[in-house]
């Protein structure tokens, strides 16, 4: 996806299991995806079972565009799992899109994946010298062919099993003919939760999800975790033995939706403290605090409110600008970040300005915001970053830039404020963003280069 | 369009016309139209002069899906002319896109509408009597067969002329085969603005498409006033003797984008002052202000930042609700509201809450939202309406419903505050939003139902 | 349309009226614009009337690409009126797709048309000084403004009155809110015939229509005559004063239908005959005659009929090549012509071929398949077509190239001859044709240039 | 498919496979998968390899509709394989649409298969027990997995074991990243023939391709040959033991294209001579004999020429009835059959008619046939059929119906004739077929169910 005006690192996928025999579980799945939209824009699917068989639609573009009313009425089932899924540019291909379905010897499977396995090339050079055949290049395939492969017995013990052999971040839901099970890697990197319907559950990456479903929350699915839901109930297996949490930070940052609470901390209410803790470390005095829309609003608001300083709508963000977009051609560059965020030159008239975002990854788009509101009459640009300099990839389902694009990882801070031409540039403290966070269980390897899952 | 968990009036349109010979107008027009595409989102398109014809790319859907590069790439030319259209159910009809475009006595012309003509039927009836044949049911194709009967010298004479019999608000861009026109109902009701651009210039129903298009805001549209752009500059005719101005106020409190400006007043400014007066009629005693984004949002930072209440993003917006949308089933009638504007509980959670919204229509969504914000744990939920009570529909370009539909019509402010559940109801005193406005030279007919045109 | 290996004059048009209120009149005329197809791949629509009001539905592509299931179960009404139309480069607009509907003084009416009216321009010229807008470039808007502007008292009154003022080639059928009506050209150079229904009317360009849509054959309209279908019957009126007929002889050479019968002349028995004409002019002696499929293939079968020399498919046409084939690029060229009609060297080799086919107009593909032919193994290749030279262009509707592209304009038959690489190269005689056709009340002014009516 | 009036076995499949590295071999495919669209309009296929990867575009529909200009131009590449496909009702799905591409442990392959593996069920579970996940229920994905699983050394050595597990008839094309591989199965029931390019080599399921790739015929592949081409040009190995050759007697008499050569005999020579046995076998004495057309007319030809009695195109094919057909509601069925073939009453009139169809599969089309050239005005209709009656289904890649619905499994002759409503109807002896096919080396097991393999 072409995201004009937005320079984030991208969640990779949004994964979703429904058990509610007797509701219209791909209609509540096809809305539940609405909920995990942001998380990925590429393509998306939907896989059910009605007890006997697996059927699945998946496409390439947005949930609005795979699937129209008439497929959404085909896929009739008794529990279902759904899928949305961004991806690098160049690894785009149609047959990437999930869930994967599969024929083996026990019956069929659907199995749908956010994260990534970092020994992923390993495993699957392995099964090839054991005969197994790919199809896609996607991590599922990997997966998948471990969990038939251990399949002895119990469907449970094979996933035991793989998780043995798996190492990375993942957050799985799998359907089988009469089940649908979650689980989460050791380290609980990426997210994934549970909720109580009238009559079955609900799993999903993020709880806003839950409230279309018309679920309550019941908890996070804790780290190494099994959980299958079956006719019986919802079942808890130990996959691994439990290792030291390390919750995605970024989700908090920028990733998931405000309305999302993430184990245990509220999405919003994060975003609110990393402002008050940035109000705390750069107090600085301007005339007005402006966010760049979404992300940075909460950030600023806790800001502002801290300071007592006005907050405005500084920036105003399109709302139509999509996947279908027709990239500016060289001449017109200078649109180019406009069309999707726009200086609102009447509130920044001759006004000293903070301007928060929440992470800076190449610093282009950066620079062209700052250019933008001093250009709308703004006599000084301030800037601050509710989260740490981004200065390593991320090889746990996020895709960053290649080391050598992250300013951050080129320049220092003195260098970037240069480069985006910013009056002066503050980057929330590492300390600060954990205290805004309340916890230390929280990965930030994009931040520190610590990588708690071998690479 | 279906606008799930949003029940306001609409615009019907947007229009657009550049004047440019040395610049890709086509080009400048599509990214133009995306500024605009809040004002209307059932057809876009976009015709183009290169001196000697015109040539015109139109179709149902957003402005991306009319739209691919191809098809810019073939509107080649030196003038041109965009447009957005929303449109009430049932009329949506694919002849119906704008600009329509004729071959007459004198060659092509092609014409954009925003507005209504309140004597649409009686001028139709008149002109089906010398002949006239009509293959679209807009009042673009009613002016155009006016403007080519009266055209005997000068298109600008004629022009004249057409306004002499034109009864309604109307903001209208015409394009010839060498010249780019703009002009303004004798009221000013609906809004135009005029750019210079580099060699050239721009009209724009709102200024936020200048920043788009490269031009540098210069004026609004006089009321009456004709602006003919062609090789030797910009030249201004009185169309019509100058009327009382009566730019539409709901312009500001809900259609037009915060960053543009409207006769000389600031959307977004005008939208934190209507919260700054709600604060200084109802002060109310709450926790936490919130806001039904993202048009109540200015408002109720103004009203929070008066007060010294914290503000809080209490509502979160779905932004992937679009026109593809399905339709939830009855028995998911509960889902509904939500999937637009879900509840962030872990902000509302035992606190008493001042909620704000720009306006109530029919008054159901309101009651959902008022239940969501509840049931999410709110203590209290104040509801705060920055307009007075709509009761009257809307005779110039924008679309409320029947009368009888309208809550503001049916019910006092006590039995809507009943209707909606909340613990108060309040909207803002005309006198209010006429301080907010800073001035009285505005149509307040859809609260008051004093029509300045007669209908 | 890109027709590949095919260089024949294209028909403009078909057209097609029911009337039948007990019927599904709109999917009768979706099956019947089937069997209308061939006369013209751009662009299909249908108009129907429930009594009250005109509904409308067309588009570019064919029939089945234009139409879905849904779409033809939305066009409810008691009559309709369909139309295919091929158009020549350039002007394949979407906005002159057919039927063309418009609202007036006295309702609505819609119009479709086969022909070309050749006084056109000029009538656009005057009907645009009294102030006649045109959204299209077809005749069908001219024709359509001239019956309006004529109405004072009955449609049929105005129908005679516009009827004077038209010149060219035409077969129309009009649909107003209570009836149908068809009419045809004072010369009667385009076909339309009448066929009964169980309880109503059929009008259609070929009687192949009448077969499908389950109507009885009674009669062709005759030229200048306007038949009227209501609620009272069939009611036919002198349009105009009946001029000599002048069918034209390609529909029944290479455009109708086999299965055919136009003014009383079955086409493929008067393609058979043609072949029986060859026969008698050039019986040569040869090994095996063969078609160019598919309108060669019924003189060819009389050609060897009658001379008792054996037929075989030594040309096979590829039923697959369409609209949107992705012509081959210029290394490629050699694959042209064979895409569509390749040769069946089994059949050909060491044999002394005649080759049929229905006329040549610029010589390329004929070249190429004389080529392929003699590439394929024959030892000889005469080549014999069932149409006199087409050496002047056609004004009545029929799609040639310009004069100077026509081979027969610029080369004598010795000379074509030598372009195509034939043995031996025979045109049917003039004499010839007329024999075969049984009448001289023919057009055949793309042979000899004598226009029956003014240009 | 929806074949309107065609009650006809069809062809699963075919195949082509193009190694020319200094040619645009894409695009080649794409013209050659044209030739072969007659053979499967359910899904189309093309795989690339540049030497190094190979690329896949497939998707559901005629190649035209599959392919675009664009789409072709990004397969580029020095080899090729291409596919197109018809599969029974139910198990149209996207995911089996081929070639089939994996990725395994020696890299890359893509396949595509024409025919039928009778022991696919078994070996797809004994490949199950080794832990082979399955994402397809085609036989492409089994045959696949035994390749991949047999790869020690060479490829060609696994296809070798591979070919020893398989049973059933198959041509199948093979993709590695460096050469081009075509098979064929030990009875070589399914047609592959190979032609010689100018610098390369071309693999089709019929010679009617290399026509259109440029490629001389060199000879068809042997039963149970692997044809292996790369850059040192064409390898043969015996995949197989030679069994005794068995080819599909029904390629000749309804599937292959006239212009094609199987196992050198022309098939449009084949059927005229089926025309010839007929007419020793049934001289009758008629007035006209017709065919039914397209796959009817080579033996109508045969037979009339060989009695001297007239041939008359009495049945008219309409060409554009396709896919997206809509399909008659019940109260239309009358127009069913008529849409496709409709009957030349101006031909059939008052005569004595023989017609000649290539099969009855369940006899409802044909009846509709006799009753319509009846209802045409013909006196007499008598039914030749160039097949014998088919009575069993087929096992080895053609779809016919189940045998309880095949109306020759059901009654005998006279119960058929009877059926039909014809005066007389008379299939082609056993003895007469194999006279015309010159051959006794075919398998005729739908005639008289003796299988050559075992099912």
């Known amino acids: 996806m072409f995201e004009l005006g937005e320079d984030k690192p991208k969640e990779e996928c949004g994964v979703l299991g429904i058990y509610a025999p007797t509701q219209e579980v791909a209609r509540l799945t096809y809305y539940g995806l609405y909920a995990l939209q942001h998380r990925g824009q590429e393509s998306a699917g939907i896989a059910v079972s ?99 492969r251990y399949r002895k017995k119990s469907l449970e013990d094979s996933l035991v099993k793989t998780m043995r052999d798996l190492r990375g971040a993942y957050a799985l839901v799998i359907l089988a003919e009469d089940k649908v099970i979650g689980l989460r890697d050791p380290h609980g990197v990426r997210p994934l939760c549970i909720g109580r319907m009238r009559e079955g559950y609900c799993l999903a990456s993020e709880s806003c999800v839950l409230d279309i479903t018309g679920a309550e929350f019941v908890r996070d699915v804790a780290p190494g975790e099994i959980v299958v839901i079956d006719e019986e109930g919802l079942h808890s297996y130990r996959g691994y033995s439990k290792l030291e949490r390390r919750s995605c930070a970024f989700e908090y940052i920028h990733i998931a939706r405000p309305d999302s609470t993430i184990d245990q901390l509220s999405v919003s209410e994060s975003r609110r403290r990393m402002g008050v803790e940035l109000a705390r470390e750069y107090p600085l005095d301007v005339d007005l605090v402006i966010a760049v829309p979404d992300s940075g609003t909460a950030s600023a608001l806790g800001y502002a409110t801290t300071l007592g300083i006005p907050f405005g709508d500084g920036i105003i963000k399109n709302r139509y600008i999509h996947r279908t977009f027709i990239r500016p051609t060289q001449e017109m560059r200078e649109v180019d970040v406009r069309l999707k965020l726009n200086a609102n030159a009447s509130v920044l008239k001759d006004k000293r300005i903070v301007m928060v975002d929440d992470s800076i990854i190449q610093g282009t788009t950066s620079s062209k915001l700052v250019a933008m509101v001093r250009n709308a009459g703004a006599k000084e640009v301030h800037f601050l970053i509710s989260s740490p300099p981004v200065a390593y990839p991320c090889f746990y389902g996020i895709d960053t830039v290649k080391p050598e694009k992250l300013i951050a990882n080129q320049l220092d801070i003195e260098g970037i404020q240069e480069f985006v031409g910013a009056d002066s540039l503050h980057y929330i403290s590492k300390e600060g963003l954990l205290r805004a966070l309340g916890t230390d269980c929280v990965c930030l390897a994009c931040f520190d280069g610590v990588y708690p899952i071998p690479i």
Not at 59 to 73: A, C, I
Not at 76 to 83: F, L, P
Not at 94 to 106: D, I, T
């Open 50 to 148: 009605d007890g006997l068989s697996i059927n699945v639609h998946k496409g390439m573009g947005l949930v609005s565009e795979v699937f129209s009313d008439s497929v959404v009425d085909c896929l009739k089932g008794k529990m279902s799992i759904g899928h949305v899924r961004y991806s690098p540019t160049g690894s785009g291909l149609p047959a990437n899109a999930q869930p994967l379905v599969v024929h083996y010897q026990k019956g069929m499977m659907a199995l749908a994946h956010n994260g990534s396995i970092t020994n992923a090339l390993e495993l699957r050079e392995e099964l090839g010298k054991n005969g197994a055949v790919f199809q896609t290049t996607i991590d599922s395939e990997v997966i998948i062919n471990l969990i038939t």
